[in-house]
């Protein structure tokens, strides 16, 4: 599912125009980012809960070349389903 079936299916679902579907979606959206950027967690109960978390620096190896390179320390997002979720997608 893409994000215009995503709109399609929440202005379905709602009973609202999909104008307005993607309104919210997208507020969502970035009410969920500038959460994670200032580093707070947004839980959804039964969903699951969006974090982010700090990812330290490392060494690997290039394929290619067999030259090691350095990985730089970065945050990035994390997402755990919640019990509900986690119970649909197993059926």
């Not at 609202?16 to 959460?35: C, D, F």
């Not at 350095?70 to 197993?90: D, R, T």
Request: no cysteine; hydrophobic share 45%.
């Amino acid at each position: 599912m893409n994000k215009k079936e995503l709109v399609e299916s929440m202005a379905s679902a709602a009973d609202i125009s999909k104008a307005a579907a993607e309104k919210a979606l997208n507020g969502m959206l970035m009410s969920v980012t500038a959460a994670l950027s200032k580093g707070d967690r947004v839980t959804l109960v039964g969903f699951g809960t969006f974090s982010s978390v700090k990812r330290a620096k490392r060494k690997a190896k290039n394929p290619r070349t067999g030259e090691i390179i350095k990985i730089p320390a970065k945050n990035v997002a994390k997402f755990k389903p919640g019990s509900k979720l986690a119970e649909a997608v197993k059926k």
